[in-house]
Each structure stands twice: as structure tokens, then as C-alpha cells.
């Protein structure tokens, strides 16, 4: 990637209420950009992929993956003092990305409404497995459920077999991708029109 592409976002900072793999890759792409990406963690686990898949030199590699680009600090979302604290570090974010279950920050007093009146200039990235509304809206998604649901892994395996599901999670990366793409049109979109957005 050239210098001028590496330093497109410099100057940005992007606050990460990700986990797993979605929002923290459409982070880390923004953040391979320049943008600063800070990761908020739950201070009792942290992000599952620490732990999770094949490793090398000790690292899960999904985690070297999802974790580029970032610094992480622990913070309890659950509790008020935490609350305080994100609220607080929105102030001063240009972008906040977050795949936690619909219902969830609003019940922490996380919700768009709240952050977007500490910050009237905050983009948000809001990634779930069936949208933020609707019916199936409170269920949990996965990447790999909705490469199920949606027929992908019908055209995987062998005709004689059952499916079989991709060798990397398809749903998730290519969710992460287009919400990293999503939040690139609207730094561009802010940037147009300025104090109107």
C-alpha cells in the first residue's frame, strides 16, 4: 500500500465496541488506513479471539488479524463508571463500531441518541445478524449462520454430500468489509457538507 494510502485516515480516531470478528475487522481495515483505533474490551475476558483458533508463536491468528492497528483498553460496560467513560472518550471519536445484540447499548445508555448528543458529529457503524429492527432483530447472528441462511454453503462440499461451511468466515469478513466501506462514505459524506451532517 503507498505512504499516501497508509496516512488517507490519519487524524481520525474510531472507538471499537467489537468482538469476534465483523466489527473488529472493519476497524482494523479503517485503522490500516491510519485511523486510530481504540478496542474497548470486557475487563473479565476481553475479545474471545485472544483465545480462540490456530496459533503462532503463542497468538491466536485471528486475533493478530482483528487486533492491527489498535490499542485496547478494558472497560465495564455494564457498569455506570464505564458508561461514563465511553460516553466521555465519544466526545473526542469520529467513528464508533459496535456488533453487540440490538437493545444492548441503548440499555446501558450507549444508544445512538446518547452518543450522538455527546458528539453531534459521531458516525456509527451498527452491525448485527438481522438488522437493528424487525422481527428476527433480537436474535443472536454469526457470520456463519448467515452464510446458512442465506445459501451460501448450499454451493460448498460435494454433490452427494451435506454442505459444509467456508474455510474462513465468509459472513463476517465481508461484513466487515462493507461496513468499513460504509463508514468511508460517510467520513466523506461529513466531510462535504460540513456542519450540516
Wanted: charged share 20%; net charge neutral.
Amino acid at each position: 500500500m503507498s505512504a499516501n494510502m497508509e496516512s488517507l485516515f490519519d487524524g481520525l480516531t474510531i472507538l471499537e465496541l467489537g468482538h469476534v470478528i465483523a466489527a473488529p475487522f472493519a476497524a482494523s481495515l479503517i485503522g490500516d488506513f491510519g485511523a486510530q483505533v481504540i478496542k474497548i474490551e470486557d475487563p473479565g475476558s476481553g475479545d474471545m479471539l485472544r483465545r480462540s483458533g490456530p496459533r503462532k508463536d503463542g497468538v491466536p491468528l485471528w486475533w493478530k488479524s482483528a487486533a492491527r492497528n489498535k490499542s485496547s483498553v478494558a472497560v465495564d460496560l455494564r457498569l455506570a463508571e464505564g458508561q461514563a467513560l465511553v460516553r466521555k472518550m465519544v466526545e473526542r471519536a469520529d467513528v464508533v463500531i459496535e456488533n453487540f445484540r440490538p437493545g444492548t447499548l441503548e440499555r446501558w445508555g450507549l444508544g445512538w441518541e446518547e452518543l450522538h448528543a455527546a458528539n453531534p458529529r459521531l458516525i456509527m457503524l451498527r452491525i448485527s445478524g438481522y438488522g437493528q429492527i424487525g422481527p428476527e432483530s433480537a436474535k443472536p447472528g454469526y457470520g456463519r449462520v448467515g452464510e446458512a441462511m442465506s445459501g451460501a454453503v448450499h454451493i460448498t462440499g460435494h454433490p452427494d454430500r451435506p454442505p459444509t461451511h467456508f474455510g474462513f468466515s465468509l459472513g463476517d469478513v465481508t461484513t466487515g468489509i462493507m461496513g468499513a466501506f460504509a463508514v468511508a462514505g460517510a467520513l466523506f459524506k461529513r466531510e462535504a457538507i460540513g456542519d450540516r451532517f
